[in-house]
Nanobody, 117 residues
Framework: VQLQASGGGLVQAGGSLRLSCKAS???????????MAWYRQAPGKQRELVAS???????NFADSVKGRFTISRDNNKKTVFLQMNDLQPSDTAVYYC?????????WGQGTEVTVSS
């Protein structure tokens, strides 16, 4: 499986961005059983979970982004999205796409999000 993340960029505080992560080298029937997530890593900090979407449809969000971020997936396109609204400078980080298939995990290359005040 390969994960290609995109959509990062520079935005002012209060703005929005939509990140996309497309899975390739996999087939739909298998992707449907995968759990997907977005993590982020700010400079000098540990990588943290931002949002997750399980194959059963459950979602989970970090407290810091609840009410501002949503995660969704288009299974037919094997793509997961992270809609980020009301962005704050504290959201500045490299955002990584993550896929878990049974006991195996995969990471995308990361897309950088910078929020200016």
């Amino acid at each position: 499986v390969q994960l290609q993340a995109s959509g990062g960029g520079l935005v002012q505080a209060g703005g929005s961005l939509r990140l996309s992560c497309k899975a390739s080298r996999t087939i739909l029937s298998v992707f449907l059983g995968d759990d997907m997530a977005w993590y982020r890593q700010a400079p000098g900090k540990q990588r943290e979970l931002v949002a997750s979407s399980t194959s059963s449809g459950s979602t989970n969000f970090a407290d810091s982004v609840k009410g501002r971020f949503t995660i969704s997936r288009d299974n037919n396109k094997k793509t997961v999205f992270l809609q980020m609204n009301d962005l704050q400078p504290s959201d500045t980080a490299v955002y990584y796409c993550y896929l878990k298939r049974e006991q195996t995990t995969y990471w995308g290359q990361g897309t950088e999000v910078t929020v200016s005040s």
